[in-house]
C-alpha cells in the first residue's frame, strides 16, 4: 500500500514540475525506501524540475561508485546540515552543493582548500575574489567595489601588497605550483 501511496505522490508531484518521463520512471524504478526519502528531500528543498534531474543524476552516480542506497546517502550529515542552515529559497542550493561534493570529493577538497586561502588573506570589504563555478576553468575574477576614489585607492593599495599569494592562487586554478 505505502509503494502505491509513494508513487502516486511522486506522479502528481513531478506532474506539478513537469519533469520529464524518462526522469520520472528512472525515479519510479527506485526502491521503495529511495523513493520515499527522495520525494522528502524534494519536496522540503523545494527542487525544480532541473535540480531534481540533477540531483537524480547525482545520487544515482554516487550510490553506484560507493554500493550504497540513495536513502543512505541523503541521510548523511553533510547533507542534512546543509540544508537546515539555509533559509527556504537557497536549501535546493545546499542541497546539491551537498550531493556533489559527495559525488566529487577531490573537487570540494580543493575548493575548501582555496577558499581558506582566500580567507586568510583578509581582503578589506569592497573587494570579492570569484573562483570559477565548479573550478572549471583557470579563471579568478577579482571584483572591487567603491563608491569614491579614496576607497578605491585603498582597495588597489590591499590587492597590490597581497599580489604574490593571489599570484600562488591563480597557479593553482591553471594547474601550476
Not at 19 to 41: G, T, V
Not at 80 to 90: D, I, K
Not at 168 to 176: E, H, K
Request: with cysteine; aromatic share 2%; charged share 25%.
Amino acid at each position: 500500500m505505502a509503494d502505491l501511496n509513494t508513487g502516486a505522490a511522486i506522479r502528481a508531484w513531478a506532474g506539478q514540475l513537469r519533469l520529464p518521463d524518462i526522469h520520472l520512471a528512472r525515479w519510479l524504478e527506485m526502491n521503495e525506501r529511495d523513493r520515499a526519502a527522495l520525494l522528502a528531500i524534494a519536496r522540503a528543498v523545494r527542487l525544480s524540475t532541473g535540480a531534481m534531474v540533477t540531483a537524480l543524476t547525482t545520487l544515482e552516480e554516487i550510490c553506484v561508485r560507493e554500493s550504497c542506497s540513495i536513502e543512505s546517502v541523503l541521510a548523511r550529515g553533510e547533507i542534512t546540515r546543509a540544508v537546515r542552515r539555509q533559509p527556504g529559497p537557497a536549501r535546493a542550493g545546499a542541497f546539491l552543493a551537498a550531493i556533489k561534493s559527495i559525488r566529487y570529493p577531490r573537487l570540494a577538497e580543493a575548493t575548501r582548500r582555496l577558499d581558506a586561502e582566500l580567507a586568510a588573506l583578509d581582503l578589506p570589504r569592497g573587494i570579492s575574489i570569484v573562483l570559477p563555478k565548479d573550478l572549471a576553468s583557470a579563471e579568478l575574477r577579482i571584483e572591487l567595489q567603491a563608491s569614491d576614489g579614496a576607497i578605491l585607492r585603498r582597495l588597489i593599495e590591499a590587492l597590490s601588497t597581497r599580489t604574490d599569494q593571489l599570484a600562488q592562487v591563480a597557479d593553482r586554478l591553471s594547474g601550476g605550483k
